[in-house]
């Protein structure tokens, strides 16, 4: 039996809390009720870089706990199975919402592919902090051989563009190629591996939650159907205010 850690839930939860108001933003955006250029402005691009990067950290540890725990391979597939579908269904929406910037390569994408690599890896032990770095910085070499060998320029095509190894951004909604996201949940991994055996206490608690880190944990036990729900709850809910507001 795998035991849940409420360290990680809760981490896990608070960069659900932080997607939510950056998704909010930009949902307002979408509506025309602010004005914001979520793809250039700084202040919004560096939010998303360290929201997803909380998330991968934060798969990242949940897998050297669960590696920790023993986790058979049979369960490991379980959970897979349901990010890759996650993936799917958030295909199919963005299909309907953004037809022309699709999401084919998003977060969950990206984590399902990870899931899969950091699985099989996560035995390296140190040498996951200097993967991990290396695959953060071999993608700024991207555009330089591209430009260097024309053939190359099949990489930043939709069929291979979520390698990472690009010299432009693909347009699409969500995108989170394989690097250098992976060195982050590498590095996940690895500080995982070094606080079960170091810090065990920095992962779990001895004492149940409560109050509003009880509610943090829920959250972040739950966090995929939350991934899945929150983007339409909240236009659902500020189309209707909209129409309210009209009316």
Request: aromatic residues 16%; charged residues 10%; glycine residues 8%.
């Amino acid at each position: 039996m795998i035991q849940r850690l409420d360290r990680i839930d809760q981490l896990r939860a608070a960069a659900m809390l932080w997607m939510t108001a950056y998704h909010f933003c930009f949902d307002l955006n979408y509506f025309r009720l602010i004005r914001e250029d979520f793809y250039r402005d700084p202040f919004w691009t560096w939010q998303r870089t360290a929201i997803v990067s909380l998330f991968l950290f934060t798969a990242g540890l949940s897998q050297a706990a669960a590696v920790h725990q023993g986790q058979t391979w049979a369960r490991f597939w379980r959970r897979w199975l349901q990010v890759a579908g996650a993936a799917l269904l958030v295909t199919a929406g963005s299909l309907l919402m953004f037809p022309n910037s699709f999401i084919y390569f998003g977060v969950l994408h990206g984590i399902a592919l990870m899931l899969i690599v950091v699985r099989m890896t996560a035995g390296w032990g140190t040498w996951l902090w200097l993967l991990g770095a290396l695959a953060v910085v071999i993608p700024l070499a991207g555009p330089t051989l591209i430009q260097a060998v024309p053939a190359l320029e099949v990489l930043n095509t939709p069929w291979l563009n979520w390698l990472g190894l690009i010299s432009r951004k693909p347009v699409t909604e969500d995108y989170v190629p394989l690097l250098p996201w992976l060195g982050v949940m590498w590095w996940g991994v690895a500080a995982g591996h070094w606080a079960v055996r170091e810090r065990p206490a920095w992962l779990g608690s001895a004492m149940p939650a409560r109050g509003g880190l009880k509610a943090l944990v829920f959250l972040g036990r739950w966090s995929l159907s939350y991934y899945l729900l929150h983007q339409p709850v909240l236009m659902g809910l500020i189309w209707l205010v909209m129409v309210l507001w009209s009316a």
